[in-house]
């Protein structure tokens, strides 16, 4: 070490040294370490099946006219109509309502193949849009009573889920079964290689929760069906699982 070299910069240069002699030292004891033996991976999963209890309505209308400000005033007036009787029934958690996409594009004419038509663009020869209502909740009766009172709008997907505070309900009932199991088969297994026991080394849980399924596809139904009848609903059920992997050491 320099003598010359201020306080600072000899313990800077100390410092430097030591990273570099544990880099260099820590591959070589990692090597020198023995293997773990007796390591068994296993893995346990648990399922249950569980009722949807989420059901969602999307409403929706379509326009289409000359000018775009009347086709989006259309819109508006259609949704406002429906928005005011689905507000009216809303309960959080039970029925619940918010607007959903909503879309104002043009219609072109189609090419034309007289001289000179590709120095101009194409010509907008109409508006088309489009928008949404959406109608979500627990309560299956109040919802297929609402869609039978909305006039303005047409019915376009229908389908059924597990609510939030039922996916975690569920999800923290099976993991617990799926540890249970774990833990029953590493021992099973032990025993079975002629050890007491284990020790768990590493561990990970994976879920297989059904979220919020893309809505099937329904034929929309008209103001005058709607209105005769409520929507017929039922909500079947779903399959949640959990799956507990790792290894052990047998000791």
Same mark, same amino acid.
């Given at each position: 070490m320099n003598p010359g070299l201020p306080a600072r910069s000899r313990n800077c240069s100390r410092l430097l040294a030591a990273c570099a002699l544990a880099l260099a030292v820590g591959p070589a004891l990692a090597q020198n370490q023995p293997r773990p033996e007796n390591v068994v991976v296993l893995s346990a999963t648990a399922t249950t099946e569980v009722a949807k209890d989420w059901l969602t309505v999307v409403f929706s209308t379509s326009r289409e006219g000359p000018e775009a400000a009347a086709v989006q005033a259309q819109l508006r007036q259609a949704l406002d109509a429906a928005l005011a009787l689905a507000r009216k029934a809303a309960r959080p958690t039970q029925l619940e309502v918010h607007t959903g996409s909503f879309s104002l594009v043009p219609r072109y004419a189609a090419p034309s193949s007289k001289a000179g038509a590709a120095n101009t663009g194409p010509a907008v020869v109409a508006w088309q849009g489009n928008t949404e209502l959406v109608v979500e909740g627990r309560d299956p009766q109040a919802i297929a009573e609402l869609t039978a009172? %909305? *006039?303005?709008?047409?019915?376009?997907?229908?389908?059924?889920?597990?609510?939030?505070?039922?996916?975690?309900?569920?999800?923290?009932?099976?993991?617990a079964q799926a540890i249970d199991r774990f833990r029953a088969r590493a021992a099973a297994v032990a025993r079975q290689f002629g050890f007491d026991g284990y020790a768990l080394r590493e561990v990970t849980l994976s879920s297989d929760l059904p979220g919020p399924v893309p809505l099937p596809m329904v034929q929309a139904m008209s103001a005058r069906a709607a209105a005769a009848e409520a929507l017929p609903v039922?909500?079947?059920?779903?399959?949640?699982?959990?799956?507990?992997?790792?290894? %052990? *050491?047998m000791r």
């Open positions: 009172r %909305v *006039q303005t709008m047409t019915i376009a997907r229908v389908g059924f889920s597990l609510s939030r505070e039922a996916r975690e309900r569920v999800e923290g009932e099976v993991t039922e909500a079947g059920k779903a399959l949640v699982s959990v799956t507990v992997s790792g290894s %052990v *050491q």
